[in-house]
């Protein structure tokens, strides 16, 4: 089970740039199911979420790299492409996600918690933004189709 609540970020907090990070790529073969394939820094992982936005159920299978490559061919829509950044939260961890082109200018904030009711209680820090948890123009799978969420933030090229 996943549990996660996603927000905008409104500004960095001090010290992100000494945290560790993660390079990650992903692309989506389906989205109903969502069924993604992932390229995690070396890593290479499929993974199936079914339905809901805050709580959801979430199997990740490793792949080799050469799978990784065959069902990356399948994808539907863009590549997702985003540097992670692990943000010491306690008793939590953010995952402070920093989008590449199409998304350059995007970041967004992620928390996973053990339970729903941990996951209603929290009470996010001050750098947090706006809570888009359930508003899924912000999510991978969506953003990939091109559909790109209309925000203040968002780059003006003419959009």
């Not at 001090?14 to 070396?42: S, T």
């Not at 339970?115 to 359930?134: I, K, M, N, S, Y």
Request: hydrophobic residues 35%; negative net charge.
């Amino acid at each position: 089970m996943e549990i996660e609540k996603k927000y905008l970020v409104s500004r960095l907090p001090e010290g992100w740039e000494n945290c560790p990070f993660h390079e990650i790529e992903q692309a989506y073969l389906c989205r109903k199911p969502v069924i993604r394939v992932r390229k995690k820094d070396d890593r290479y992982i499929l993974t199936v979420k079914g339905k809901g936005k805050m709580a959801r159920e979430e199997f990740e299978l490793p792949l080799e790299e050469e799978e990784y490559r065959k069902l990356l061919s399948k994808a539907e829509g863009s590549m997702i492409r985003k540097k992670r950044v692990l943000i010491p939260l306690p008793p939590y961890r953010a995952e402070l996600d920093f989008f590449q082109e199409p998304f350059d200018d995007l970041i967004m904030a992620e928390v996973e918690f053990p339970t729903v009711e941990e996951a209603l209680a929290f009470t996010p820090p001050e750098w947090f933004g706006e809570e888009v948890t359930e508003d899924r123009r912000f999510h991978n799978a969506r953003m990939s189709t091109g559909e790109y969420p209309e925000h203040s933030f968002w780059k003006a090229n003419g959009e």
